[in-house]
């Protein structure tokens, strides 16, 4: 089945740096991915859509200002985290539907799990 | 918004025994979809559902849909220590977008 990775798998950080982290596909096209965030022990909750091309969208309650999206490629989708606090903390999944799939049809990354010193 | 509601959110059974999680959405599905996620990992899809009072099985499980498209259950028989996990039911809204149940950790004793 088609494979989406994310990179890095975990990352420990000092409050008020910057975190990126990536999302690939790495055997099909994702035109759009998402991105979404899970506390331990809860579901997971949509933050953006990310858009090839085009500015990501975001969930309400979600700053974009903080919750950088970028989606450069066909293949790529990035999200940084600004100024990171240790509220940011969190698990960050990505998934993708193929290019010209329906979005019933999501792979999802393994996610990186930030911690935020 | 759009919810969806899983119950129950924990489920200790004793292995061999019978586990059902239910979802209920607060709107019309277009379909709703059941994914796997075991500790530490990422949710693994397991299901589509599509039609109104669709059931469809997979080994040990039992995927439902109601008649309404607003409720959906996973049953699964003689639970094994491989069903370990958290699952969730997702629904998929008339945006695309999908809408996330809070998830049923399944625990099984040995």
């Known amino acids: 089945g088609a494979v989406v990775s994310q990179h890095p798998s975990r990352v420990i950080c000092k409050s008020g740096t910057s975190v990126k982290i990536e999302c690939r596909s790495l055997?099909?096209?994702?035109?759009?991915m998402f991105w979404y965030r899970q506390f331990p022990k809860q579901s997971l909750m949509l933050m953006a859509t990310?858009?090839?091309?085009?500015?990501?969208?975001?969930e309400q309650g979600v700053e974009k200002d903080k919750f950088l999206i970028n989606h450069a490629s066909l293949t790529l989708s990035t999200l940084t985290v600004t100024s990171a606090h240790p509220e940011d903390s969190s698990f960050y999944i990505c998934?993708?539907?193929?290019?010209?799939?329906?979005?019933?049809?999501?792979?999802f990354g393994p996610g990186t799990r930030l911690t935020v010193l | 918004g759009q919810q969806v509601m899983q119950i129950p959110q924990y489920q200790h059974v004793q292995e061999g025994e019978d586990f059902t999680t239910y979802c209920n959405s607060s709107?019309?599905?277009?379909?709703i979809q059941w994914y796997k996620q075991r500790p530490g990992g990422h949710p693994v899809f397991l299901i589509q559902?599509?039609?109104?009072?669709e059931v469809k099985k997979q080994k040990r499980l039992t995927f439902q849909f109601g008649e309404a498209k607003k409720n959906s259950s996973l049953h699964i028989t003689a639970t094994q220590t491989t069903d370990v996990g958290t699952y969730f039911c997702v629904g998929s809204s008339n945006t695309g977008k999908l809408i996330f149940g809070q998830g049923t950790t399944l625990q099984v004793k040995p």
């Open positions: 990310s858009n090839e091309g085009s500015k990501a969208t975001y």
């Open positions: 998934s993708a539907p193929p290019r010209g799939g329906t979005w019933n049809t999501q792979y």
């Open positions: 055997d099909f096209q994702a035109t759009t």
């Open positions: 709107t019309t599905l277009s379909n």
């Open positions: 559902l599509v039609k109104s009072g």
